[in-house]
């Protein structure tokens, strides 16, 4: 027929620019300020939810680990104590070799603090990262040579795998009384390469039961967090969503009657996906925010601040918290796309017959 | 309608000889068929209808009859199930989704028996909406919309919301939008329905005065009295088709169809 000049006669509608549509969106959410504190609201519980959840499962997780070294310090303390006596009144060298771990920065400090410690060294010219008490006890020592050794009463072997290589020989004949401790794994009498009743082990070998139950009772935790995780993240998407839905459905006359004006589809899908990510992002930072504390307080009250905090691995707490932001815009753009798309696609007057 | 040529389907278009008038909506044996499960309704049997140029034309039948789809049909708010709709001399069928949007943009505007307005925005803001929609720069639209508002009686009330006003101030503030883009039709659904005698009477002026002065066909789907006597011409519609058409001074409306 006279297709031709009917696509002549009648041009495609502008295109507006996304400005238009963000200023459109910023101008609704500043109008329907109360309807959008409850949409964020609901956004912001859902992630405060996940937060919470992710947060208190990383305090718990450090709390634990942070329980066990705590056992251990304290186990190889009283060890010192009762094994090697009267340490006050001893001149201590430690010789250290790799990294130290936790555990034995502990054990380092507590010795620095309650003893003194006369020199410090280590191989490779590898200095370890010492807590600020110890490593100001040890200042003067560290950069004194390897040769105070000679002078000390009792010598502490610490680090990694590598056994500090030494001709311990001349050391232990200087006075009967002269020992060697250590908190290596790896350490003993024949390694170390001097008599059984010159050396007293530190570290604690875990026999294959103890290392079986540690290893299930991690699987049980990692297993724990996950389901926790999935459910919680199942709880967020059906909160989001739901609000997300009432948003859009509530609105459909609006939107009959901006397309009966002359709107686009793309340009009502747009408006409300700007919306919905905005909406979302708001949300999912203050849900984090409130999640994170809200666990870290309630944590707290159980394990006591000391404990909570100094366990607590911000690291993870921040990268958590950025997911779960993430997961808030992702979440509610994702469950704002469907019902605005419908709406986008009906026809007018369907659009303007709904009543909600 | 397929295999008319262009020549026999502009003879479609052309005055008859004598007469003034032409024709700027043009409905072809419009059928409308809602489906609700495996119930089919009929709300439209081959309604056939022509709209001119200027002239206020008032579409009368009871509920149920079919009054509103055949307003949308040729308000380009809904495709008939078949038949066709011409909007000046373009079979709307023939239009994607994008040129539809334009259509209503700047050739009809819609007014509603409830308004519709967007109750968030300020009335200034619902006039110049579509304008925004057209391309329009925000000051244009501004200063557009305000001298509308004006033109309209509401000049003085630009910047309030539409909760904040009486149903006939709303119902001004719907007419200045549909003029947001100097449309040549403007299409009524009933538009005095929720309105009192008083301001009823001044929408049926204001449509009266958009018509003489801006030239704007108006047409409107209304069964209030005094809107048909303001009207050039009446069409009746039962049972989904067009059963007559007449002007006010040949009709008595003291009969018991108005209610008298």
Known sequence: MNQQSDRTRIPDQVRLPLSVAFGVVIQGLRIRIGRSVVTITGVTCGIAFLMSI???????????????TRAEVGRVISFVRSDLPKLQDKSISVVGSGTL??????????????????SLSF??????????KASAAVSAAASAPSASVANADVVFLMGGSDIPRQDWKPFLDGDLNRVIASTILEADASTVGIAEERFAKLARV????ELAKIEKNKRKERFRAIWIGVISLLVTVIGITNAMLMSVTERFREIGTMKCLGALSSFVTRMFVMEAS?????????????????????????YGANLVFSSLPMVSVLIFGLLSVAAGVVLSVVAALYPARVAASMVPATALRSTI | MQNLDRKKFDALFEKPAGDEKSVIIRGVDIHKV????KQETHALRGATLDVYRGEYLSIMGPSGSGKSTLFNAIGALQKPTSGRVYIDQ????????????????????YVFQSYNLIQVMTCLENVTLPMSFAGLSSEEAREKGIKILKMVGLGHRILHKPAELSGGQQQRVAVARALANSPDIILADEPTANLDQHTGQEIIELFQQLQRDLGVTIISATHDTKMLKASDRILWIEDGRIVKCARPEEIDFTSSEFGH
């Open chain 2, 34 to 37: 809602y489906k609700m499960g």
């Open chain 2, 90 to 109: 373009v079979d709307i069928a023939q239009l994607d989704t994008e040129e539809l949007a334009w259509l209503r943009c700047r050739k009809i505007g």
């Open chain 1, 101 to 118: 771990s936790e555990v034995e920065t502990r054990v380092l400090e507590t010795i620095s603090r309650d003893f003194g410690i006369a």
């Open chain 1, 123 to 132: 191989e490779q010219g590898k200095s370890p990262a010492l807590p600020r």
């Open chain 1, 278 to 302: 905005l909406m979302g992002l708001v949300g999912g930072i203050a849900g984090a925010i409130f999640g994170a504390l809200f666990a870290i307080i309630i944590y707290t009250f159980t």
């Open chain 1, 54 to 68: 992710l947060t208190g499962q990383l305090v718990k997780m450090g709390v634990t680990d942070e329980d066990a």
């Open chain 1, 206 to 209: 875990l026999t294959e039961e």
